[in-house]
């Protein structure tokens, strides 16, 4: 009988120990999880009780959440989610702790960002369904865990780094550069400098002619895109990088030109007192431009060839430093002082400084000499699309098992503890070197989005008690692709559409519907009985594209986006009836005529002046937001992606 007893003892303790809740599975990865029984389902039907106004945005953004991501209408009217403040030590300024149990979750934070930290985890969670029941604890191991945009050489429209901003918070990211002003290399540009693209992206009333023509924001524009980006917990550095990379300064003012055309002259006290005006347009004022905590101020990459020159370096990077420190302002700069070393001396404390290359700043002095830094190296963390260097895309693999932000190279010494106070965190880059190259905004977001996925993993999850195997990697990268891009974002265009007769002037999206394309890799078909069409006829745009029926230069087929227009083999015909397929994927657009393969847009291998090869893209994210005012009939229309 006591056997007995003891085996039905037994099986109690192991159903009941089953039944316990694994962790969750988000990125970044819950730090602590205390599993518990049963679930709790979260609908737009719960009730969200905040504990104070400071408190109040992050409510309602959980509540505008549930209804962008379609979650159930209705299925648990009372539950109660409760977002409240707490002091607990232990979780820090963007740590939370959340219970979740069958009736009611109770979230608390120190601070209104910690608890939109726990609401993107909560909501992260409920995309695979009911949330579990437990507790969970969680802190950053960094402070800093970003990314750095070039919109200098390749723009990007406001609508898309608001996209990004989405995006970034959803995966607790906090921190946005924007890297304003550069230009490309002249070898891509028949080695001359005239030729040379050059931009500014900001508006200047200063200097109104400085601005770029092709896509710029203004100043109230980027103001309101700092303190929005702000309320979803992503600070935007902007960065004005001079003395080098300045050619669009010298396009503007000859006179400032260097030892070559792309620097500055640092000798002339007329370069100081433009750079120093520059900054000033933008930190001046109640209501400055540069209304964040940091400003950028560039400083990288400049000669050091002539020591006196080296000198003048350092002295014009600690005077921007100041500057922008007079404005209340705390300064970030590129690494560069083991490249420029000198005498002159640099300040270093309360200064950031973006560790991109162990050559330009050695890490081991730059900590020595009291510098905050970023993990940014080139090595690791610097896409650069179709050019052939660096990454097309980063080594996801490496980076989950071996990388972290402690981590600056394979040498023993260029290994430091982690979390090391003078580490503030790590970011990557995508830089766009090549100007002109065809890359999209939506290429760009192809290479952003995953890479953004690991490096919000390992700068959150630094320390991983449970490994870095190949096994624990295989399992990571499966489950991260099925995390979305946040609440209302769909850039990589992941839906798939039919329409059995396609109308012209049709809105194909609902205003709040973020699917407005389909991403790579896709195919879009259709039957078509064509009408005669007015050159300039579409069939369908999106914001960012346009899919011609017949183009506005010759009355072929063809798209556009980004400023580039790419012309297809094929001109309809009045009164023929024919079936017609696009297949796009991240390298190649392929357009299909009846089933036979009529024209294949491949990157396009081009030299450079130095004799080296780089690529020009003609891929295609194909519109799907509206059609266009067509006479010809669509039947049989179809948006899918290719298995």
């Given at each position: 009988m006591k056997k007995l007893l003891s085996f039905i003892l037994?099986?109690?303790?192991?159903?009941?120990?089953?039944?316990?809740?694994?962790?969750?599975?988000?990125?970044?990865?819950?730090?602590?999880?205390?599993?518990?029984?049963?679930?709790?389902?979260?609908?737009?039907?719960?009730?969200?009780?905040?504990?104070?106004?400071?408190?109040?945005?992050?409510?309602?953004?959980?509540?505008?959440?549930?209804?962008?991501?379609?979650?159930?209408?209705?299925?648990?009217?009372?539950?109660?989610?409760?977002?409240?403040?707490?002091?607990?030590?232990?979780?820090?300024?963007?740590?939370?702790?959340?219970?979740?149990?069958?009736?009611?979750?109770?979230l608390q934070a120190n601070t209104a960002t910690g608890a939109l930290w726990g609401v993107q985890t909560l909501l992260q969670i409920s995309e695979k369904g009911e949330l579990p029941c437990g507790v969970i604890t969680d802190t950053p191991d960094y402070r800093l865990r970003g990314f750095m945009i070039d919109v200098a050489r390749k723009f990007a429209p406001m609508d898309y780094l608001k996209e990004l901003v989405k995006t970034m918070s959803y995966y607790k990211m906090n921190t946005l550069q924007v890297h304003l002003n550069d230009n490309g290399f002249k070898k891509y540009f028949n080695d001359s400098w005239d030729q040379t693209y050059a931009a500014f992206r900001l508006q200047s009333e200063r200097f109104p002619l400085l601005t770029a023509t092709d896509g710029s924001y203004s100043k109230d524009e980027f103001r309101q895109f700092i303190k929005w980006a702000e309320g979803l917990g992503v600070e935007v550095i902007p960065e004005i990088d001079m003395p080098a990379h300045?050619?669009?300064?010298?396009?503007?003012?000859?006179?400032?030109?260097?030892?070559?055309?792309?620097?500055?002259?640092?000798?002339?006290?007329?370069?100081?007192?433009?750079?120093?005006?520059?900054?000033?347009?933008?930190?001046?004022?109640?209501?400055?431009v540069f209304c964040g905590r940091r400003v950028h101020i560039g400083t990288d990459e400049y000669s050091n060839a002539d020591k006196a020159v080296v000198?003048?370096?350092?002295?014009?990077?600690?005077?921007?430093?100041?500057?922008?420190?007079?404005?209340?302002?705390q300064a970030v700069v590129w690494g560069s002082l083991t490249h420029a070393k000198g005498d002159t001396p640099v300040k270093s404390e309360n200064v950031i400084m973006d560790m991109w290359s162990n050559g330009y700043a050695n890490p081991v002095d730059m900590k020595k000499l009291g510098y905050q830094?970023?993990?940014?190296?080139?090595?690791?963390?610097?896409?650069?699309?179709?050019?052939?260097?660096?990454y097309e895309y980063l080594n996801y693999q490496f980076l989950f098992q071996h990388w972290t932000p402690a981590v600056y190279g394979s040498?023993?010494?260029?290994?430091?503890?982690?979390?090391?106070?003078?580490?503030?965190?790590?970011?990557?880059?995508?830089?766009?070197d090549v100007c002109g190259?065809?890359?999209?905004?939506?290429?760009?977001?192809?290479?952003?989005?995953?890479?953004?996925?690991?490096?919000?993993?390992?700068?959150?999850?630094?320390?991983?008690?449970?490994?870095?195997?190949?096994?624990?990697?295989?399992?990571?990268?499966?489950?991260?692709?099925?995390?979305?891009?946040?609440?209302?974002?769909?850039?990589l265009g992941n839906f798939e559409t039919t329409f059995a007769t396609l109308n012209p002037k049709t809105t194909l999206t609902g205003k709040d519907q973020p699917r407005y394309q389909i991403g790579y890799d896709?195919?879009?078909?259709?039957?078509?009985?064509?009408?005669?069409?007015?050159?300039?006829?579409?069939l369908t745009t999106s914001r960012r594209a346009k899919f011609y029926l017949a183009d506005p230069i010759n009355g072929a087929m063809g798209y556009t986006r980004d400023g580039y227009f790419y012309q297809l083999a094929h001109t309809g015909r009045p009164g023929v009836k024919e079936h017609i397929a696009i297949e796009g994927t991240n390298k190649t657009t392929r357009f299909y005529v009846n089933g036979v393969l009529i024209q294949e847009l491949k990157w396009q291998k081009r030299i450079a002046a130095d004799e080296k090869p780089y690529n020009y893209v003609q891929t295609l994210v194909f519109p799907l937001q509206q059609t266009g005012n067509f006479k010809s009939k669509i039947t049989n229309f179809k948006a899918s992606h290719l298995k």
């Amino acid at each position: 009988m006591k056997k007995l007893l003891s085996f039905i003892l037994c099986c109690i303790v192991l159903n009941v120990a089953a039944a316990v809740n694994e962790k969750p599975f988000t990125v970044p990865a819950i730090k602590e999880w205390r599993g518990g029984n049963g679930t709790f389902n979260l609908t737009q039907g719960c009730k969200v009780n905040v504990a104070s106004e400071q408190l109040s945005q992050v409510g309602k953004y959980l509540t505008s959440s549930l209804e962008l991501m379609q979650a159930p209408k209705s299925g648990n009217e009372t539950g109660v989610i409760n977002i409240q403040l707490c002091k607990n030590k232990k979780i820090g300024h963007e740590g939370y702790i959340i219970k979740i149990e069958s009736k009611k979750v109770t979230l608390q934070a120190n601070t209104a960002t910690g608890a939109l930290w726990g609401v993107q985890t909560l909501l992260q969670i409920s995309e695979k369904g009911e949330l579990p029941c437990g507790v969970i604890t969680d802190t950053p191991d960094y402070r800093l865990r970003g990314f750095m945009i070039d919109v200098a050489r390749k723009f990007a429209p406001m609508d898309y780094l608001k996209e990004l901003v989405k995006t970034m918070s959803y995966y607790k990211m906090n921190t946005l550069q924007v890297h304003l002003n550069d230009n490309g290399f002249k070898k891509y540009f028949n080695d001359s400098w005239d030729q040379t693209y050059a931009a500014f992206r900001l508006q200047s009333e200063r200097f109104p002619l400085l601005t770029a023509t092709d896509g710029s924001y203004s100043k109230d524009e980027f103001r309101q895109f700092i303190k929005w980006a702000e309320g979803l917990g992503v600070e935007v550095i902007p960065e004005i990088d001079m003395p080098a990379h300045s050619l669009a300064f010298t396009k503007f003012r000859p006179s400032l030109k260097g030892y070559i055309d792309d620097h500055l002259d640092i000798t002339k006290k007329e370069t100081i007192e433009f750079m120093d005006s520059l900054f000033i347009e933008y930190l001046e004022g109640p209501d400055p431009v540069f209304c964040g905590r940091r400003v950028h101020i560039g400083t990288d990459e400049y000669s050091n060839a002539d020591k006196a020159v080296v000198e003048k370096f350092r002295a014009l990077t600690d005077h921007l430093i100041r500057l922008v420190e007079s404005y209340g302002k705390q300064a970030v700069v590129w690494g560069s002082l083991t490249h420029a070393k000198g005498d002159t001396p640099v300040k270093s404390e309360n200064v950031i400084m973006d560790m991109w290359s162990n050559g330009y700043a050695n890490p081991v002095d730059m900590k020595k000499l009291g510098y905050q830094m970023i993990n940014i190296c080139d090595g690791y963390t610097y896409i650069v699309p179709a050019a052939g260097y660096y990454y097309e895309y980063l080594n996801y693999q490496f980076l989950f098992q071996h990388w972290t932000p402690a981590v600056y190279g394979s040498k023993e010494e260029l290994v430091f503890t982690e979390c090391d106070p003078q580490i503030e965190g790590g970011m990557f880059a995508i830089w766009n070197d090549v100007c002109g190259n065809g890359i999209s905004v939506g290429d760009e977001h192809h290479r952003i989005f995953p890479a953004l996925q690991v490096i919000a993993e390992k700068t959150w999850r630094a320390i991983r008690p449970e490994g870095t195997s190949d096994e624990a990697y295989a399992k990571w990268d499966a489950q991260r692709k099925n995390i979305s891009e946040g609440p209302g974002v769909d850039e990589l265009g992941n839906f798939e559409t039919t329409f059995a007769t396609l109308n012209p002037k049709t809105t194909l999206t609902g205003k709040d519907q973020p699917r407005y394309q389909i991403g790579y890799d896709y195919r879009v078909e259709f039957d078509i009985e064509w009408a005669k069409e007015s050159e300039g006829t579409c069939l369908t745009t999106s914001r960012r594209a346009k899919f011609y029926l017949a183009d506005p230069i010759n009355g072929a087929m063809g798209y556009t986006r980004d400023g580039y227009f790419y012309q297809l083999a094929h001109t309809g015909r009045p009164g023929v009836k024919e079936h017609i397929a696009i297949e796009g994927t991240n390298k190649t657009t392929r357009f299909y005529v009846n089933g036979v393969l009529i024209q294949e847009l491949k990157w396009q291998k081009r030299i450079a002046a130095d004799e080296k090869p780089y690529n020009y893209v003609q891929t295609l994210v194909f519109p799907l937001q509206q059609t266009g005012n067509f006479k010809s009939k669509i039947t049989n229309f179809k948006a899918s992606h290719l298995k």
